[in-house]
């Protein structure tokens, strides 16, 4: 399964880095952009729970795109119904479930949102602008589990309503507007 997950990974941004290409009229990057297993693990090693750790920043020609790996611990449903999450303006976000489990909100309003500080990392390393928040009504739900993989269009809301356990998963975020910095490298796995 790791070995899938990591060919639905390059395959992605791949994609991404050659839809890029065709727009740049050969400008742009003349190779591919490989993260291995070893890197991913490595970064994921050295999260906390709950925390979302940017792999690399790419340039593509046309757009950054952003690999991230992210960790969330147990997350109790709330007992008002409620799911903390996020929108991010301008970006849309693909995940690949990689282990664990997990019921994933998306849609709705956020109510009593609070947008990310221009100078702050989830501005400017991880999502760009973004805006975080809860959601009561509107949203739908579904359980996540490994080898799945979940497209959240730019201001789309998106939380997790309840992990038991953990889970963990792959985060690619094309930047049309190369907010994210393009050759970021995590500084666990830079050389």
Do not use: C
């Not at 760009?128 to 809301?157: H, N, Q």
Request: no cysteine.
């Amino acid at each position: 399964m790791r070995t899938s997950i990591f060919t639905i990974l390059v395959l992605t941004v791949g994609a991404s880095a050659a839809a890029a290409q065709t727009f740049t009229d050969n400008n742009g990057p003349k190779q591919a952009t490989y993260i291995a297993d070893e890197e991913v693990k490595t970064v994921l090693k050295g999260a906390p729970p709950a925390v979302d750790q940017q792999i690399k920043v790419v340039d593509t020609g046309k757009y950054n795109v952003g690999v991230g790996i992210i960790h969330r611990g147990k997350i109790p449903p709330r007992a008002d119904g409620a799911v903390a999450g996020i929108i991010h303006h301008n970006q849309t976000e693909t995940y690949v479930i990689v282990s664990g489990t997990g019921t994933l909100a998306t849609g709705g309003t956020i109510q009593g949102g609070k947008e990310a500080a221009p100078d702050s990392a989830v501005y400017k390393v991880l999502n760009g602008p973004s805006l975080s928040g809860t959601v009561k009504t509107g949203f739908y739900l579904r359980v996540v589990k490994p080898g799945d993989l979940v497209i959240i269009p730019p201001d789309v809301f998106h939380g997790w309503a309840q992990v038991d356990d953990h889970v963990d998963y792959l985060s690619v975020r094309p930047d049309p507007d190369r907010v994210l910095p393009a050759g970021y490298v995590n500084p666990a796995i830079k050389k």
